[in-house]
């Protein structure tokens, strides 16, 4: 019997356009940091098929599991509290032998998962070794404000060279928060403080949070999605909507990225397969937060060429730009401006500017299919226009035979081949019959 074709998806499409962080992200280290909420979650099984696929794509894994809940269950059976001094946490005997227990309840149901490895399940053949231990040096955080932490401390160091053996064994590294001491005791940590500390004393190459909420949000609720540093720092500074765990993330967030890890990830672990959408799609799902613009406007290169051509030949079968060869591409590289997004070629310009006459002509604007309405067209003529001033010139002209609607609702006017300078005029192409639009922008 022959087999039905499948139906059409998404799936070859989205599967492509992975493979370059496929073989980006080999052999990185990535430090991934959950909540004890997760434990009891529907989707935490999800999450740890993820982390499995992640291992076998040769990604360095290093996960710090957070342990709240499960210490608040041990005290309210013992009928305790957990007692907080200016906003942190004093651990006193009664509250250590709970944050031992859950900890150490959690490793061993996080192991578990993770050993999975049965027939028709995402688990199966994965044969992954987990590996946890006194990898974290703490100290206590001692007597503040007259207030005795008791067992409460602080991360003094991570054993990097003895995670780094592990990690290049291809053992997966799990991190509890709790410390130990040369001095044989024990410290509750933050799960925040641990993840901070593993990213930038390991040198991992990303830091993600889980969280519980929905993220890193705005005023009115809507997801940021890339944050600089110093938009970062003043977010945590003004945002009191910000639940605490978000608060929290985003504080280790900006020490990680401010002590050289490249980039944070902070994201919904409520939103199934968050962590596979944000690793291996452009746009993610969840805030980014880094050093350097994750979105760059600049002068083009040669080794551009390749993503400009493949933005504007589409336009160029269907007529709406001028067709360009590689070679004429390559003598011009000088005028093109393009859109950089994490490595992908999402818009271009190109300005032609003829000094004598105080005239540019911008040419070959194009906007990705994923990325129009979203004003990207509007900012990279924003762009071109500050360039052209910097030259001395004082009018853009288009020649357009379909988008004349969008240059006439951004200043440009009619014009007529009269208003060309001369060389452009006698390049003119008549066969093609386009439309001459001018903009003043002196």
Same mark, same amino acid.
């Given at each position: ?61 290093? @996960?710090? #599991? ?9 005290? *309210? /059976? =013992?009928? %305790? +509290? ?124 990303? @830091?993600? #949070? ?9 005023? *009115? /609720? =809507?997801? %940021? +999605? ?124 190109? @300005? ?91």
């Amino acid at each position: 019997m022959a087999r039905s074709r499948p139906p059409q998806s998404g799936f070859v499409h989205d599967f492509r356009n992975s493979s370059p962080y496929i073989k980006a992200f080999r052999q990185r280290l990535f430090v991934v940091a959950f909540g004890g909420e997760i434990l009891d979650a529907e989707g935490f099984p999800g999450l740890i098929h993820d982390l499995a696929l992640l291992n076998s794509l040769g990604v360095r894994l290093v @996960l710090v #599991h957070g342990t709240r809940p499960q210490i608040e269950q041990c005290l *309210r /059976r =013992r009928k %305790l +509290r957990m007692r907080y001094e200016n906003g942190l946490r004093v651990t006193d005997d009664a509250a250590l032998e709970c944050v031992k227990q859950a900890a150490g309840s959690v490793r061993v149901d996080i192991e578990a998962l993770l050993s999975m490895g049965l027939p028709n399940s995402p688990m199966a053949g994965a044969g992954i070794r987990v590996v946890s231990g006194n990898f974290v040096t703490a100290q206590p955080l001692g007597v503040r404000q007259g207030v005795d932490y008791c067992h409460t401390g602080e991360v003094r160091r991570i054993d990097r060279d003895s995670v780094q053996r592990h990690l290049a064994a291809g053992d997966l590294v799990l991190l509890s928060p709790l410390g130990y001491s040369p001095t044989g005791e024990v410290f509750n940590l933050g799960v925040h403080d641990v993840a901070t500390a593993a990213a930038v004393q390991l040198g991992a190459d990303k @830091l993600i #949070h889980l969280v519980e909420g929905k993220g890193i949000v705005d005023g *009115r /609720r =809507r997801l %940021l +999605r890339e944050l600089t540093l110093e938009k970062a720092e003043a977010l945590l500074e003004k945002a009191a909507y910000l639940d605490e765990d978000a608060r929290q993330a985003l504080a280790s967030a900006i020490s990680a990225v401010k002590d050289g890890v490249p980039r944070a990830h902070i994201l919904s672990r409520q939103v199934d397969g968050a962590l596979l959408m944000e690793l291996f799609t452009r746009d993610g799902c969840g805030t980014l937060l880094m050093q350097d613009p994750f979105e760059d406007t600049r002068q083009a290169r040669l080794e551009d060429i390749g993503g400009i051509l493949e933005l504007i030949e589409p336009l160029e079968r269907e007529e709406i730009l001028v067709r360009r060869s590689r070679e004429r591409l390559e003598m011009e590289i000088d005028h093109f401006t393009v859109v950089e997004r994490d490595g992908m070629i999402i818009a271009v310009a190109a @300005l032609y500017p003829f000094i004598d006459e105080h005239v540019s002509e911008l040419a070959c604007l194009a906007v990705h299919p994923d990325y129009r309405g979203q004003h990207r067209g509007d900012a990279l003529l924003d762009y071109v226009e500050r360039q052209s001033r910097q030259l001395g010139i004082r009018r853009l002209f288009v020649l357009t035979t379909r988008t004349a609607h969008w240059f006439r609702e951004r200043g440009f006017r009619p014009g007529s081949l009269d208003d060309l300078p001369v060389k452009r005029r006698e390049l003119y192409n008549y066969q093609r019959n386009a439309k001459v639009f001018i903009k003043d922008i002196a």
